[in-house]
């Protein structure tokens, strides 16, 4: 459906509490019962329409943990109702039949469940125990609902790096048809648990191949590396099954907003720039000067990719792993292994 409808992504954190506390998770919770009111957002989606160029947009509803959300029903059948796509992103732990059917009832499009590990001993080390067992019957619940799910992997070195073909089995098992990988940004509780977890330079290489070697041995499940790095790969035949093209999206088609309507260019990348509290969203996709900056191709970039010669291929790679590791958006990916 996003692939050929072009389409706006708006990442949503409908509340800030969350059943868990994942070792990698990006975010700082407040503890406090916020919840967004998902009218403010919808209000001003026309005029982002206008200055975004997008008739259609994708709305990514997260937490916290989002399921969570008393009222998430109708929240759901809200933005649907004005034309919207609706995912669903969670921990998969509270989807019990009824539930997942009410989700299909309301519309729900798909729905994104995390999964760090093909076992519990790896899923529930990183997400708390018993989550491995609720998660996959929530997945297997979502399946016979007839709801598409997506299950999402974070790739932890010295975690799960070496379970990436055990997790593709999983999901062909479990009968996923789409995996999406992303990377172990080094932020939030990722600070005091996984101090050596982030893949540097060879690291992440290696990786990347494995990926791509593991993932023609599942030609039936589509594998999307989230990760802009992964476009200098050059010299390995990539199966038509696992996508490495990912295009960019800051400043492009992607916002994300907080529970406390702080708005992102990217969630993992901790800039925050505007609040829709204070100035509505086009009028920041419009103004801001950070957002131009990140958007800014090549022109931004620092050290090693000044005079990289593929640097048109992948913008400087991860900006959020840079900015997490070095502090700035523009220093090289820590991930990159060109000289």
């Not at 957002?41 to 959300?69: A, C, H, I, P, W």
């Not at 399946?143 to 997790?167: C, R």
């Not at 199966?239 to 490495?244: A, D």
């Amino acid at each position: 459906m996003s692939e050929k409808i072009p389409i706006f992504n708006l990442q949503i954190e409908l509340n800030d509490v969350c059943n868990l506390e994942c070792r990698h998770c990006y975010q700082v919770r407040s503890k406090v019962k916020e919840e967004l009111d998902i009218n403010l957002v919808l209000d001003q989606v026309n005029d982002l329409k206008k200055v975004t160029g997008y008739n259609s947009f994708f709305f990514r509803l997260s937490g916290g943990e989002v399921t969570l959300r008393k009222d998430l029903f109708q929240v759901v059948r809200t933005i649907i109702s004005q034309g919207h796509f609706v995912e669903i992103i969670t921990n998969g732990m509270f989807l019990d039949l009824p539930y997942v059917f009410a989700l299909k009832s309301a519309g729900v499009h798909v729905c994104q469940v995390s999964m760090d590990g093909s076992t519990p001993e790896i899923h529930d080390f990183v997400r708390g125990a018993g989550a491995f067992n609720k998660s996959v019957k929530g997945i297997k619940n979502l399946i016979k609902a007839g709801i598409p799910v997506e299950v999402k992997f974070t790739l932890i070195k010295g975690i799960n790096t070496n379970d990436i073909s055990n997790m593709f089995s999983l999901c062909s098992e479990l009968g996923v048809k789409y995996l999406a990988i992303g990377r172990f940004i080094f932020a939030g509780n990722g600070l005091k648990n996984f101090s050596e977890g982030n893949l540097i330079g060879e690291e992440m290489k290696d990786v990347f191949y494995k990926i791509i070697n593991s993932g023609r041995e599942f030609p039936d499940l589509s594998i999307r590396v989230r990760d802009q790095l992964v476009r200098i790969v050059s010299d390995i035949e990539i199966p038509p099954n696992v996508h490495t093209s990912q295009k960019p999206y800051i400043g492009v088609n992607y916002l994300a907003l907080d529970t406390y309507g702080n708005v992102y260019a990217d969630r993992q990348l901790d800039i925050v720039i505007g609040n829709i509290h204070k100035k509505s969203l086009d009028k920041i996709w419009s103004g801001s000067r950070k957002l131009k900056q990140l958007k800014g191709g090549t022109k931004y970039l620092r050290g090693k990719c000044i005079e990289c010669s593929i640097r048109n291929i992948c913008l400087g790679g991860n900006k959020t792993a840079a900015y997490a590791l070095t502090g700035s958006p523009f220093e090289p990916d820590p991930g990159c292994w060109l000289n």
